[in-house]
């Protein structure tokens, strides 16, 4: 493998809900011998300027990113924007807002789960978060402390997921919202691991994809842990069609046993995706 193999396009930091803070996981990165990293934290711009300062102080390659989770007709989907302007003010009001709708949703998982006999407190949750954004995974982190799950995905069986206790709905941003703020602070917008989506083919997915490129979405993330070789290519495919950046990301949160710059646990994200990926910003 050389040096410029493979690369990462989508992770979290503890600015939202992943175990490394920016720098951390930019360290980590170079370590593992990357070509470039973005972070994309879950509506959350507040750990890239530490991120950008570091990776400019020490040469790498760093997208600030961010990850929109969007209130959609057919159902919510994530929204990477890259390039995003995080000094940009009247982006902040509207993180600031979504951030006060998290903490609040995180109030009422809490109660929801005592009433339903899990013993935890808010404040370990607050702490858990670190003055981050605060998300599930934190809450999980807790229950998994607590005894009342082994690992994340035991969690995400049992807990805050439809029918099961702790669950509460997540207010979201609308989807053009997020589009315009992303354009409006010189990013570009990117479906997040599409089959989450849950379509049922890739026709179905075409035609979705359709009204995404009308509203302004420029980009599919074809590497992602979810997607089997057959999503890869269909997506990658469907890229080339409409013109679109082709991206990929582990969706490094540090304790799923995810690894940066696989898509799963072995498979590499090509480093070939980038000067494509390049290019495509520097004309945005
Ligand atoms: P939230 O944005 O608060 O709804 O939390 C969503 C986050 O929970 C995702 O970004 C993941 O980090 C985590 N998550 C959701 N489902 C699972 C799962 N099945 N296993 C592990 N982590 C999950
Ligand atoms: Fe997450
Ligand atoms: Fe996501
Ligand atoms: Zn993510």
């Given at each position: 493998m050389t040096a410029t193999a493979h690369l990462d396009l989508h992770?979290?930091?503890?600015?939202?809900d992943g175990i490394r803070s920016p720098r951390e996981l930019i360290d980590a990165a170079r370590?593992?011998?990357l070509a470039a990293l973005a972070i994309t934290d879950h509506d959350c711009v507040d750990g890239l300027p530490e991120a950008?300062?570091?990776?400019?102080?020490?040469?790498?390659?760093?997208?600030?990113?961010?990850?929109?989770?969007?209130?959609?007709?057919t159902g919510s989907f994530h929204l990477l924007g890259f390039n995003v302007d995080f000094r940009d003010a009247e982006l902040k009001v509207v993180l600031d807002d979504l951030s006060a709708k998290r903490s609040t949703r995180a109030n009422r998982i809490v109660a929801d789960l005592n009433e339903k006999g899990i013993?935890?407190?808010l404040d370990e949750v607050v702490a858990m978060a670190g003055g981050g954004t605060i998300g599930r995974p934190h809450v999980a982190r807790v229950l998994i402390r607590r005894g009342y799950a082994r690992d994340m995905a035991d969690t995400f069986a049992n807990f805050m997921v439809k029918g099961k206790p702790g669950y509460v709905k997540k207010?979201?941003?609308?989807?053009?919202?997020?589009i315009r703020h992303i354009y409006r602070?010189?990013?570009?917008?990117?479906?997040?691991?599409?089959?989450?989506?849950?379509?049922?083919?890739?026709?179905?997915?075409?035609?979705?994809?359709?009204?995404?490129?009308?509203r302004g979405v420029k980009g599919l993330e074809a590497y992602a842990p979810l997607h089997q070789a057959h999503d890869v290519s269909a997506l990658v495919r469907l890229a080339e069609k409409y013109n679109l950046v082709i991206t990929g990301g582990s969706d490094y949160h540090g304790d799923k046993n995810e690894r940066l710059g696989c898509y799963g646990t072995d498979r590499l994200i090509p480093a070939e995706i980038l000067p494509a990926l390049e290019e495509f910003l520097a004309r945005a």
């Open positions: 992770t979290h930091t503890t600015a939202s370590a593992d011998g950008v300062a570091y990776a400019q102080s020490i040469g790498f390659r760093l997208f600030p990113g961010i990850e929109f989770s969007i209130d959609y007709p013993d935890i407190d207010d979201k941003i609308a989807f053009d919202d997020a602070t010189g990013g570009i917008p990117i479906i997040a691991h599409p089959i989450s989506i849950g379509y049922a083919d890739y026709t179905q997915f075409e035609g979705l994809l359709k009204d995404f490129i009308s």
